[in-house]
């Protein structure tokens, strides 16, 4: 049992790789550290045999979708000077050898171009999760940004092919609660992309994408890494959901379900509140996120 506990342990120690700004990327790295593995889920509403009729009313096409939110992207990347957010951390593993559980809160800070800065606040529950997963996640998390590997892992043709497979109009009631269950006003029509990457990496993703129609900004990812990052596990769950503080759509919840080989189960949720940014064209005024943002940063 110690050298099967000792092998997760050590792949738990790996170094994983991307970043919040395109939000698909970061989360791939807190999968790989939760040896997050492949899953076929997506391979069916991806293939361009059965596209759901939906398509034939999307106003544009994969490829002016593509470049606008490859533009859009850049111009958001630009105009984000800094920004402070709270985040609350949960790690629930249940089977061999035992369960365990951890939570940790973090106030996070970004600085452009490339500077990110975490102060833990409080943490409690297994110091193993707290020291090998989540603290592991912020280093990497500072790396992510680097320019180097930043580019390696943008949302663009560089590093992946994209078909358009539907498009959505959802509707919000007055609750600000649309089709989808997600608390957010902003979020209207959207173009949904199944996204393939061009080479097999652990920081990359395929999966599905939703673009906000008139931002063309990423407001919902369901995907799994490009490769298996850990042999330890057998299948995983992802899924990126996004909301909009001022001009920028930023993370408001991720979360892992990981199905570990040897009968585990570890489920890793992030919670994003209260955001606070600064916006270059707006000379330096700070918008803080509303404490009832749907668990925003």
Do not use: C
């Amino acid at each position: 049992m110690r050298t099967v506990l000792s092998s997760i342990q050590n792949s738990i120690q790996s170094p994983t790789r991307s970043s919040i700004p395109s939000s698909a990327r970061f989360f791939f790295l807190l999968a790989a550290t939760l040896l997050v593995a492949r899953v076929g889920a997506f391979g069916g509403s991806a293939d361009p045999s059965s596209l759901p009729p939906s398509i034939t009313t999307a106003p544009l096409s994969v490829d002016q979708v593509v470049d606008n939110l490859v533009r859009k992207d850049q111009e958001r990347a630009q105009a984000l000077r800094h920004y402070e957010s709270t985040r609350v951390y949960r790690l629930v593993y249940r089977g061999f050898p035992g369960d365990r559980e951890a939570e940790m809160t973090v106030e996070a800070t970004y600085d452009s171009p490339s500077t990110k800065s975490f102060k833990v606040i409080s943490q409690t529950g297994s110091k193993l999760i707290v020291d090998r997963v989540f603290k592991r996640l912020l280093d990497s998390e500072k790396e992510a940004v680097e320019p180097e590997m930043h580019a390696r892992t943008l949302l663009n043709r560089d590093n992946y092919d994209f078909v358009l497979i539907g498009f959505e109009s959802w509707g919000v009631n007055s609750s600000g609660v649309n089709s989808s269950g997600v608390n957010s006003p902003d979020q209207g029509s959207q173009y949904v992309l199944a996204v393939y990457p061009k080479t097999k990496s652990k920081y990359l993703y395929r999966g599905n994408v939703w673009v906000d129609a008139t931002d063309f900004a990423v407001t919902r990812i369901d995907a799994e890494p490009a490769q298996n990052p850990s042999f330890w596990t057998k299948k995983s769950e992802i899924r990126h959901q996004y909301i909009k503080v001022q001009d920028f759509w930023l993370p408001r919840r991720n979360e892992s379900v990981s199905y570990i080989r040897l009968g585990g189960r570890a489920t890793l949720t992030i919670e994003y509140d209260n955001y606070r940014v600064t916006d270059a064209r707006a000379s330096g005024n700070a918008v803080k996120a509303s404490p009832s943002g749907a668990g925003a940063r």
